[in-house]
């Protein structure tokens, strides 16, 4: 993921110890097993993936180059490389921002629709996203939504309507994938409003940054259940919860 969420570092050994201790045993509430991992423009050398990579029962891989309407030169090396015999097809995350700069970038498949243009922002963000990735399988879709990307400081419901507009372009050109939300609590409640808690409609989990691979109720930022929670050791490894 892109900086701006802060992660807690633990050695090989705290990883191991989660995983032997049932914290990343089963996925309770979701799909994963195990620990896995994610990896994206980061891992960029060019146009070629760097080595070492880490390995894990699953991988995730970033769609975008950190920002909306932007490509990872290394996405189809990437994809391969999550591609793990036994594994599930890799997941995917998009970013996702607000700004009425983007209202430029707004594509035709969600121009024609009646929403908001905030929502066809979102909704944007998405098509552009779901195109590059071609007829690849897709296990999860994820959506980036963190501080460091832009978003309406005075106005949370155009954040709330961005987001909802890429949920709802994801469920129209993917049907049957999960869509959930990577966050962390105060980064969600910056963006989608302080008053109250926001979940986005026909959202199926979180996959939560910070907080050192812990699966606790207490870190969810809305009301779906924790899939994944991220810890950084050189590489972001995700536990499944």
Not at 98 to 113: L, V
Not at 186 to 198: E, F, P
């Amino acid at each position: 993921m892109k900086a701006g969420l802060r992660f807690l570092l633990v050695g090989a050994a705290g990883i191991a110890a989660l995983v032997s201790s049932g914290v990343s045993a089963s996925a309770a509430n979701g799909p994963y097993t195990g620990t896995g991992y994610d990896i994206s423009y980061p891992q960029c050398n060019g146009n070629s993936l760097q080595s070492p990579l880490p390995t894990g029962n699953f991988g995730i891989v970033g769609v975008n180059h950190g920002r909306p309407f932007t490509t990872n030169p290394c996405f189809g090396p990437a994809y391969m490389y999550a591609t793990a015999p036994g594994a599930p097809a890799p997941s995917l995350y998009i970013n996702l921002a607000y700004s009425g700069a983007y209202r430029r970038d707004i594509t035709p498949g969600c121009n024609g629709q009646t929403q908001s243009q905030a929502w066809k922002i979102g909704c944007s963000e998405a098509d552009t996203s779901f195109k590059s990735v071609g007829q690849r399988t897709v296990f999860v879709w994820w959506l980036d939504v963190e501080t460091a990307n832009s978003w309406s400081t005075n106005n949370a419901s155009l954040n709330q309507d961005t987001i909802q507009g890429a949920v709802d372009r994801l469920h129209q050109l993917s049907v049957g994938v999960p869509v959930g939300v990577y966050s962390t609590a105060s980064s969600w409640k910056t963006i989608t409003g302080a008053n109250a808690v926001y979940t986005p409609v026909n959202t199926a989990a979180e996959w939560v940054a910070g907080v050192g691979g812990s699966c606790a109720t207490s870190n969810q930022f809305d009301a779906n259940p924790i899939w994944l929670s991220q810890l950084n050791n050189g590489f972001d490894y995700d536990n499944a919860c």
